[in-house]
């Protein structure tokens, strides 16, 4: 059974930098039928993609984060990451990490994380 | 870019109840659509991939139609299980991936 799990800080200050960690178990980032992404979502508002990486090292970001935002893998650690600069509290959500499964041109996430809540305060 | 809205933004119906969800893209986006379930406090969980493929493990009354612009997910008979907040999801050639602002579903 594939399970995701976000961790990193609850609170950030506004202007730092945010970083989050998705551990991975019963699957591998390395895994060529996967990509793995970072979702989020505003208290009691939609969800909003940022971005994917591959077990390439290729990532796609949401153009709306313009370079805020930068992901990474640790194939040693099955892990994968998130960080996003310059913090306001307009980033103040729920934070999912999710396996993005692709089978041809044909894309979804099949699999989420918990999700974690970040609030951005000083 | 690729909006897309839903309708009814909220509803309410009783158990048993047919309820419809439509979702619309502002350009032809073939099938490359999704849906997912979001009950309080819990992750999304995917529904329908590709408009109108059921996913492995999720009950036979959720189904899912159309393409090009137009789609619908349809709970065939709504259960109490069933109370939360469903979304659809688009993605492009890009790819770039967008949700629809959703639909809540409570029981009347």
């Known amino acids: 059974q594939v399970h995701l799990q976000e961790s990193g800080p609850g609170l950030v200050k506004p202007s730092e930098t945010l970083s989050l960690i998705c551990t991975v178990s019963?699957?591998?980032?390395?895994?060529?039928?996967?990509?793995w992404s970072w979702i989020r979502q505003p208290p009691g508002k939609g969800l909003e993609w940022l971005g994917y990486?591959?077990?390439?090292?290729?990532?796609n970001y949401n153009p709306s984060l313009k370079r805020r935002v930068a992901m990474s893998l640790d194939t040693s650690k099955n892990q994968f990451s998130l960080k996003l600069t310059s913090m306001t509290a307009a980033d103040t959500a729920v934070y999912y990490c999710?396996?993005?499964?692709?089978?041809?041109?044909?894309?979804?996430?099949?699999?989420w994380g918990q999700g974690t809540v970040v609030s951005v305060s000083s | 870019d690729i909006q897309m809205t839903q309708s009814p933004s909220s509803l309410s119906a009783s158990v048993g109840d047919r309820v419809t969800i439509t979702c619309q893209a502002n350009?032809?986006?073939?099938?490359?659509l999704n849906w997912y379930q979001q009950k309080p406090g819990k992750a999304p969980r995917l529904l329908i991939h590709?408009?109108?493929n059921v996913e492995v493990g999720v009950p036979s009354r959720f189904s899912g139609s159309g393409s090009g612009t137009h789609f619908t997910f349809t709970i065939s008979s709504l259960q109490p299980e069933d109370i939360a907040t469903y979304y659809c999801?688009?993605?492009?050639?890009?790819?770039?991936?967008?949700f629809g602002p959703g639909t809540k579903v409570e029981i009347k």
């Open positions: 999710a396996r993005d499964r692709v089978r041809g041109v044909l894309r979804v996430f099949d699999i």
């Open positions: 019963g699957d591998s980032v390395s895994n060529k039928n996967y990509y």
């Open positions: 990486i591959f077990h390439t090292g290729d990532s």
């Open positions: 350009q032809d986006i073939s099938t490359y």
């Open positions: 590709d408009a109108f």
């Open positions: 999801q688009q993605y492009d050639s890009l790819p770039r991936f967008t």
